[in-house]
């Protein structure tokens, strides 16, 4: 009887460690997934911040005006528009440069 009583005490210290150990663990899981979430929220946050930038950014006027003035960029007008003819020759010839230039670009790109 004694060694029952000896057998399913330490049975039962085993249990209340292992019950200890797993809270710890489960607090320690739910501590890192609070910080997750929050992280999660801040980023979110970022996110929207970005997006809200972005939307600024595209704006026609705003590239409009750094197109003027960081660029120094004018409008197209005809007086100032060039337009080049070419003969059919000259054309033919353009098109199978570029053909070139291609290739050797695609089978330049296959060699990396």
């Known amino acids: 009887m004694r060694r029952l009583s000896v057998l399913l005490s330490a049975l039962l210290v085993l249990c209340a460690l292992g019950l200890v150990a797993s809270q710890h663990r489960a607090r320690m899981l739910f501590v890192k997934m609070e ?28 590239i409009d005006d750094k197109a003027r003035n960081l660029l120094k960029m ?8 060039m337009h080049l003819l070419m ?14 230039w291609r290739a050797a670009a695609l089978e330049q790109g296959l060699r990396k």
Do not use: C, F, M, Y
């Open 74 to 81: 004018r409008e197209r007008i005809p007086q100032r528009t």
């Open 35 to 62: 910080r997750a979430n929050a992280l999660a929220q801040k980023l979110d946050s970022h996110r929207d911040e970005l997006e809200i930038q972005q939307t600024q950014l595209a704006k026609a006027s705003l």
């Open 87 to 100: 003969d059919e020759e000259t054309l033919n010839a353009a098109h199978e440069a570029s053909v070139r």
